[in-house]
């Protein structure tokens, strides 16, 4: 009887790649490559008694391969494949290329890589991104500031969550004969400082020349603390409001208590006449303030975004204030049965320049879309109102499908995960641009490492128009299954665009991803051209972080309530500026 065997193997090289990538679909070609592992690497690490029968019997009864289990295998030095020093100098892939035994165990195990990219600060390759036919190229990071974590506005409340959404005066951008610019920046803070609970915090704008305080329709201040679970406020040519009930000043303190609207301001962008449009994560709603701050309109979105519980809509988000120390009703379920996730709704808006349209984009999926899984909250909904010159109204809606990452500190059954997205930006040219990225790295997170902030592009010229197709504006109306399986859609193309994560770029600037204190919870986009007079396709991109206002000098209730966060941290309001190039 004849027996034949096949026995395959996997090794580790070093590439350098050109890399395209055009609408969506990444295309590299290997420009030089080194495969030498330098077999004095990656030996046990500690003593060899510690193994059964000493490290040099397990390695060759392992037959010195790069044993993919930690449960089995030894605790490692690093692996060197070793580069030829004339090829290395020309193409610089650095000297010598090492991998951590938790590199190679995650990679063995949870499969090929999520995503490719190209390093666009060291590489001489070709690097651009190429969406239905529009060439994208970042260029470099141009700038970097920051706003101490204890300043205070004019209300001596802490001047801090700078980057929850922002928006650039193109009106007032100028660059000056020396080559500097000047302009106007207007920024939004969520809820204030809730890291510990939610507060009586007045949301707010500020334009670095004021600072606007939002109110209701009837002047009473709006508030940071969470709607009640199933109570609404009914105004005059309103839709419906959340509405919050609480005691005291709402700080904990003593005072009448009240009733005010909840905001949980995400999204913001100012129309040419200065009333400005806001986007909310409790209400899932769009608020049309003037230029005082009094809210003028709302737009409730379709059934399918509006939070449900037990047939009824409920607008909590199940955010406990800090003061109730176990007194507080929590919401029952915590979790909708559908519409938005708690605190996942509008996070990103813009509008178009002629100022018709305006676009909203989910943080991530919807309750029955998948949206309580990091894993299956890909798919989420891209609504399009017409907002000028009638009564705003919903007129189109598409799925977008959110970028996936892999996260290396996770299993293989946690992966891959999905970057939800923090904001978006409509270009002239018909396509959007989307700030994704995985939460909880930097100062104070789970990990210091960011695996994923880039800011992408999407395009919807070939998505499936759902509106009009029908069948999803209705509760519980999904366009993905609730294990995150797409329906018979059409999505946006998403493109992959401006990595953040580059340190050579950061370096610039004494910053580095995966450090102590840069934390780059960056949340915002704002454009504007490079040269003012004479556009040509080249445009600054500001993205400013949200530091949650986390500090140790911290005030709410017009300075009146002071605070130290439990993290021990003090985190500025960072700003990034990025020069990138567009070309059809």
Known sequence: MAVSATECALYFCVNTLESVVENGVLHERVVASWHQRDMKSYLFSGDPKDTNSGFSSYEAWNNHSLYPSHSRDVVREDLVVEIDDEAGR??????PFKLTQNTIVTTTINGASIRGWTNWANSSAVNKT????????????????????????????????????????????????????????????????????????????????????????????????????????????????????????????????????????????????STFWVSDEYGSYIYHFGTDGKMLGAIR???????????????????????????????????????????ECFEGITVSKDGKSLWVLLQTATVQDGGLIVQTSRYVHFLKYDVKPTRAHLCWGVGCALPLYGNPEATNLTNPKVAAQSEIFALENGQFLVLSRNSGAGCGGDSALSVYRQ???????????????????????????????????????????????????????????????????????GV????????????????????????????????????????????????????ISISS
């Not at 020309?90 to 000297?95: I, Y």
């Not at 519980?309 to 800090?322: E, L, M, N, Q, V």
Request: proline share 7%; net charge negative.
């Open 455 to 525: 800011i992408d592009i999407f395009d919807i010229s070939d998505a499936t128009h759902v509106k009009a197709k029908g069948n999803y504006d209705c509760t519980a109306c999904n366009v993905a299954s609730r294990s995150g399986e797409l329906k018979e859609i059409t999505p946006a193309t998403y493109c992959s665009s401006l990595d953040f994560n580059v340190n050579a770029q950061l370096n610039r600037f004494g910053l580095h991803d995966g450090g102590d204190q840069d934390e780059f919870l960056l949340e915002s986009i």
């Open 90 to 95: 020309q193409h610089e892939p650095g000297h």
């Open 528 to 579: 504007v051209p490079v040269e003012p007079s004479v556009p040509n396709g080249e445009l600054y991109v500001f993205s400013l972080g949200d530091n949650d206002l986390i500090t140790q000098k911290g005030y709410m209730n017009g300075g009146k309530y002071p605070y130290a966060d439990d993290s021990g941290n003090t985190l500025h309001s960072q700003a990034l500026v990025f020069k």
């Open 130 to 273: 190429t969406c239905n036919g529009i060439d994208y190229r970042p260029e470099e990071l141009a700038g970097y500031g920051y706003v101490v974590a204890d300043a205070v506005d004019k209300f001596d409340d802490t001047l801090g969550g700078l980057g929850s959404s922002i928006h650039v005066d193109l009106a007032a951008w100028k660059k000056l004969d020396n080559g500097s610019y000047t302009g106007v920046l207007w920024s939004m803070p969520d809820r204030g400082w809730n890291t510990q609970g939610t507060l009586n915090f007045n949301p707010r704008v500020h334009n670095y020349i004021d600072t606007i305080l939002f109110s209701g329709p009837d002047g009473t201040p709006c508030t940071g603390l969470d709607a009640d679970a199933s109570e609404s406020l009914p105004f005059s040519g309103f839709p419906d409001l959340p509405i919050t009930t609480y005691t005291g000043d709402g700080f904990g303190g003593d005072g009448p208590g009240g009733t005010r609207i909840p905001i949980d301001a995400e999204g913001f962008w100012v129309n040419e006449d």
């Open 301 to 343: 979105p379709n059934d399918a975004i509006v939070p449900m519980r037990r047939g009824k809509t409920s607008f909590s988000a199940d955010s406990t204030p800090i003061y109730a120390e176990g007194e507080y009703d929590d919401v029952d379920p915590v979790h909708p049965d559908s519409g938005r996730e708690n605190n």
